[in-house]
């Protein structure tokens, strides 16, 4: 499975400085990406959307309290297909940063 990792730095404040799943990973549970400033929880959204648009992240999206540089969202089940993690964070500089990528869950390759 691949996650392509586009367009995420952005020329302000707020630049993505990490992110969870990585590059070749299976879904656990959750989407993770940290900032390189912290984040105002109250006004930062994280969402995942498949391919007909619908949301299939559970809605329980968090600024940690111990890494405010870190936003999460839990995630149901993902069939091999292809998503989009949509994000607007608000760093405590004031800086607003919204941005899309897309990733594509494979259907695990068989050993011949």
Do not use: C
């Not at 109250?42 to 498949?50: E, H, K, N, W």
């Not at 089940?77 to 500089?93: A, C, E, H, T």
């Not at 899309?100 to 068989?110: A, N, S």
């Amino acid at each position: 499975m691949r996650f392509p990792f586009h367009r995420l730095v952005s020329r302000l404040a707020g630049k993505i400085r990490s992110r969870a799943p990585g590059t070749d990973f299976s879904i656990t549970g959750a989407i993770q990406l940290w900032f390189n400033e912290r984040l105002e929880a109250r006004f930062s959204s994280l969402t995942v959307i498949d391919s007909g648009g619908k949301r299939v992240d559970r809605g329980d999206v968090a600024v940690d309290t111990e890494e405010p540089k870190r936003i999460s969202v839990g995630v149901k089940p993902l069939l091999p297909g292809q998503y989009k993690i949509r994000f607007r964070v608000l760093s405590v500089d004031g800086h607003i940063v919204e941005d899309e990528f897309p990733f594509t869950i494979r259907e695990p390759q068989r050993s011949p």
